[in-house]
């Protein structure tokens, strides 16, 4: 089920809700109702009926043996099956002008792009009075709940749960609407904020950069940085200012602008003459940012009696994992014994001592025993178009150990498409519907990097298609959260050379599984920062961008000083607040190192299988669906979500 989330989470949005916020008209629960009935009652509002009808609906509607509870499960899964894949189908159809090559979209083309098709789906089904029905008979569990009772739960007792998810709550469309466009807005923020390389000056005047280069903050300043490691003096000024960002002490007039020279260590501007001019600093507007997205969910929150904080929302609804559990997982990583000998390596290699921005270190690479060329000569002349892919990915299941007639069935389920934009996976919501696999062919053929990149969404469109297709339960179809279908992609994807020439990868290499920690030691800490900050921001409701921005300043400085400084230095270094997507997508970035977490705990599960027996295990562990990641996990390997793997993985690299 947590395939047609994201669609659904995009429909709720403008769901237009009858509910009053006066919850005072709820007729009172009685305390001999079941935990369906007392949900339910909970949800109904004067709009839906009189406590009598209320009374008079679950009485008549409440299952009464387990058969009868049984096929209206049936019944209401295949509702909302076919609902939300016809939803997606047309969702598809009418954004393939605009995301699909060969023709040139018109304006009706880029308009329709808003368009959600399941934007009342949440209204319709509450006013028809199945989301009564569904939450009387099929009531919702917490994540602590299914993490405990779930231990004995049967499959289909599990699919009832996940059912209970669908209408646990009912929000307002403009208490949506607003949480939209705090979004949006941060979105253009973050995708307009560009420093002019070449008008940097040193503190003696110097520039660093010679051609125009326009580099967006954070990420492209990052990839800028990594790849300076000839030239300490850039990546310093760099460093300077992106502490200039996150403490808003930038001058306004250098964002997005060449009209000034802009020395990042004095913070002096100077216009084209080479005068010295006054600049105003940005303010606080980052930190307004997300404020903004606080205030939004703030509106939320009350509406959300099972889930009342955007914290919650994130992990233990989308994650499924308490921010207590992640917390946990991660700071045992960050300060483990293995990093710091990790650190020690790095340090030896540059034969200096560590800075912060060596957190982005680019050195541990995987030498290709064949050039790029000579892959992209082969992958060329073998994937001339989509098509050619696609009819090529059959063999490539069963060069991977799945059976014959396995492989065929499930590549039956996935269409390569053209993409305009970049590469992608869309998965199948129903099963009438293919998962797609977008993928970018210039008309010269595609190269080995689109080839690798199409081999990461054949391994994402695999395990949609298993997780959905061979489920024995439409609303098990998916994964626990989105780490696990990346950890599915990342499998296939260090596997592409093997199926390419036929030679075992070193995608698993000592120096790939170094770059692999060292980049989960950077996320992980901004997403302690971020998590630490949104924590912050609850216990202080009433706080200003100022007061924000102070106490993101002070948290950035106490993880690193916890985690970072013994191996990076630099007491009180606030580099972690720098990440973009603190400011777009709050909370978002702990799906990352999850997702390699699930990997290596995969892959150590995996090691030594021949591959028929890989890719039956493969089956068996991405068929059990959306369940929570520790029972996920403990179903695939025998235990919870756990770093060992990975830690034991570094331990034998640095050897
Ligand atoms: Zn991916």
Known sequence: MKHFLPLLAVALLFTACQMKTNTTSTPAVSSDYSRGAAQMAALWTEADGTAEEMAAFIEANECKTPKEKHALYLQLAHIIETITQYADMTYVELLRPTTLTGTEPGIADWMITSY??????????????????????????????????????????????????????????????????????????????????????????RRLWDEDLSLLSHWNLRDELKSDYDNQEKQEMIYQVMQRIIKQEIPAKVINSSEYDWCPYTNKVFAADGQSVKAEREKDVRYEKILAHFHAYQEEDRYRHDMPTAIQRNFEGSMQMTAKQIETLFTELVSSPELKAVGALIRERLGRDLRPYDIWYNGFKSRAAVSEDALTAITRKRYPTPAAFEADMPRMLRELGFQPAIADEICSHIAVEPARGSGHAWPAVGRQEKAL???????????????????????????????????????????????????????????????????????????????????????????????????????????????????????????????????LGEKGCCLLAIYSHMVNSPMYLPNYPIGTIVRYQLEAHFANLEPAEWAEEYMRVYRQGCLTPNAWMRGATGSEISIEPILKATREALQ
């Open 116 to 205: 959600s098709p399941l934007a009342h789906f949440s209204d319709d089904l509450f006013t028809n009075k199945i989301a009564f029905l569904t939450v009387l008979n099929f009531p919702h569990y917490s994540l602590e709940e299914k993490d405990s009772l779930g231990v004995n739960w049967t499959r289909d007792e599990w699919a009832y749960a996940e059912l209970g998810d669908v209408f646990a709550s009912r929000v307002p469309a403009a208490a949506m609407q607003k949480v939209v466009e705090a979004n949006a807005d941060a979105e253009c923020y973050i995708a307009d904020y560009n420093i002019m390389m070449k008008h940097l000056l040193t503190a003696d005047g």
């Open 437 to 567: 696999l977008r993928t970018r062919i210039a008309p010269t053929g595609m190269d080995y990097k689109g080839y690798n990149i199409a081999v990461h969404e054949f391994g994402h469109n695999t395990e949609e298609v298993v997780s959905l297709y061979f489920n024995d339960h439409y609303m098990l179809a998916g994964i626990p959260a989105t780490g696990f279908t990346e950890a599915s992609a990342f499998l296939f994807q260090s596997r592409d050379m093997e199926l390419l020439t036929g030679q075992k990868s070193d995608a698993n290499s000592p120096e790939s599984v170094l770059d692999q920690v060292w980049g989960m030691y950077e996320i992980m800490g901004v997403s302690l920062v971020d998590m630490r900050m949104w924590q912050w921001l609850y216990a202080h409701p009433e706080a200003t961008a100022a007061e924000l921005k102070e106490a993101t300043l002070r948290i950035a400085a106490e993880v690193w000083d916890a985690y970072y400084e013994p191996i």
